[in-house]
């Protein structure tokens, strides 16, 4: 039944009936809501209900003794810190002379008696909510007014609002830019990226250098050591490859664990270069595994000018697949004659 974040088990709903067994079965109908329920059978002892537990609803009763509902509704109005409390009244008269005089006095809504149980827990939800409704809307309201109010006391402060937003807004770009684990471009930035570079490439007629490496046997430190080891791993090999590229050139956290290096005007001779240095770096590292070190299976391949980048990619991975295959720990070049690192 609540269609949005309503806290009906903080919401209070106070019945004031003469005849208890009224009382009890709308309390029986309202459990359904999970609402707080109090009750009274006069209005004097609704009035000192009202004084102790602050309702946000009364359901009330049009015939009582002594003081009848529609009375009561017309003294509940007059108390300025009352008067916000809707009263939906519960009555078995439905001559329209009633109906009138009940929203005269104050009401918001009625329901005749014997009521059905669902109408009378959607009335009340109703209630709940656009009370909900307008609280959040003073809460809004009053927040808003604050604002314009600070920005009218100091200019200064609207600046200042305004520059945290571009930095937030600078933070979500970040975000959705980069793998949140090792803070490279994640796959989906780092494909603009990519295809940004080759358009530049074309212009300026440069190859561009593309590796493709995958840490051998990576799932086996993450069952043997445990995930927060794996992610420390994928971390420090970020930071190697970042270390050892060159400014112009980016690293883009490709799958899993793989990793597709771009380096721009950059030859074969040159990406091969780098790409041994990274894995020779690699080798020679000290991982803290026990029995164990961090090897890198690799294809690199170079994108010539004007030439199909989907094509590219796809061999510098079917180079990997055949690095995997044949022992790992190597790197293949696409040349004449392919050549292992």
């Known amino acids: 039944m609540n269609t949005y974040n309503l806290d009906l088990e903080n919401k209070h709903v106070l019945i004031i009936d003469d005849d208890p067994t009224n009382i009890q079965v709308a309390a029986a109908h309202l459990k359904a809501l999970t609402v707080?329920?109090?009750?009274?059978?006069?209005?004097?002892?609704?009035?000192?209900?009202?004084?102790?537990?602050?309702?946000?609803?009364?359901?009330?009763?049009?015939?009582?003794?002594?003081?009848?509902?529609?009375?009561?509704?017309?003294?509940?109005?007059?108390?300025?810190e009352y008067r916000d409390i809707p009263v939906v009244f519960l009555t078995a008269?439905?001559?329209?002379?009633?109906?009138?005089?009940?929203?005269?006095?104050?009401?918001?809504?009625?329901?005749?008696?014997?009521?059905?149980?669902?109408?009378?827990?959607?009335?009340?939800?109703?209630?709940?909510?656009?009370?909900?409704?307008?609280?959040?809307?003073?809460?809004?309201?009053?927040?808003?007014?604050?604002?314009?109010?600070?920005?009218?006391?100091?200019?200064?402060?609207?600046?200042?609002?305004?520059?945290?937003?571009?930095?937030v807004n600078s933070q979500l770009k970040d975000l959705a830019s980069k793998d949140s684990l090792t803070g490279l471009l994640n796959?989906?930035?780092?494909?603009?990226?990519?295809?940004?570079?080759?358009?530049?490439?074309?212009?300026?007629?440069?190859?561009?250098?593309?590796?493709?490496?995958?840490?051998?046997?990576?799932?086996?430190?993450?069952?043997?050591?445990?995930?927060?080891?794996?992610?420390?791993?994928?971390?420090?090999?970020?930071?190697l490859i970042q270390e050892g590229i060159r400014a112009q050139d980016f690293c883009i956290r490709w799958g899993g664990e793989e990793f597709l290096i771009i380096l721009p005007e950059t030859d074969l001779e040159g990406s091969m270069i780098l790409a041994e240095k990274i894995a020779g770096q690699s080798r020679n590292r000290d991982w803290k595994l026990p029995d164990r070190g961090i090897t890198f299976s690799g294809g690199c391949v170079i994108r010539e000018p004007f030439g199909n980048l989907d094509e590219a990619v796809s061999l510098a991975d079917e180079l990997l697949y055949h690095a995997k295959r044949g022992g790992r720990n190597q790197i293949l070049v696409s040349s004449k004659k392919e050549e292992v690192l």
């Open 36 to 80: 707080q329920i109090s009750y009274a059978l006069s209005a004097a002892e609704g009035f000192e209900r009202i004084e102790r537990k602050s309702p946000h609803l009364i359901l009330l009763d049009i015939m009582m003794p002594e003081v009848d509902g529609i009375t009561f509704c017309r003294q509940l109005k007059e108390k300025r």
């Open 93 to 167: 008269r439905v001559d329209k002379a009633t109906i009138v005089q009940a929203f005269e006095a104050g009401g918001v809504d009625y329901l005749t008696k014997p009521f059905h149980g669902p109408e009378l827990n959607q009335r009340v939800l109703n209630q709940l909510r656009l009370i909900d409704l307008v609280q959040r809307f003073e809460m809004a309201n009053a927040e808003l007014n604050l604002q314009i109010l600070k920005a009218m006391e100091a200019q200064d402060t609207l600046e200042q609002y305004q520059a945290d937003l571009l930095a």
């Open 187 to 239: 796959r989906r930035r780092g494909w603009e990226l990519l295809e940004y570079e080759a358009a530049r490439s074309d212009r300026s007629k440069q190859k561009t250098g593309l590796i493709l490496i995958d840490i051998d046997h990576f799932k086996q430190v993450n069952d043997i050591f445990g995930h927060p080891e794996g992610d420390r791993i994928l971390v420090e090999v970020s930071t």
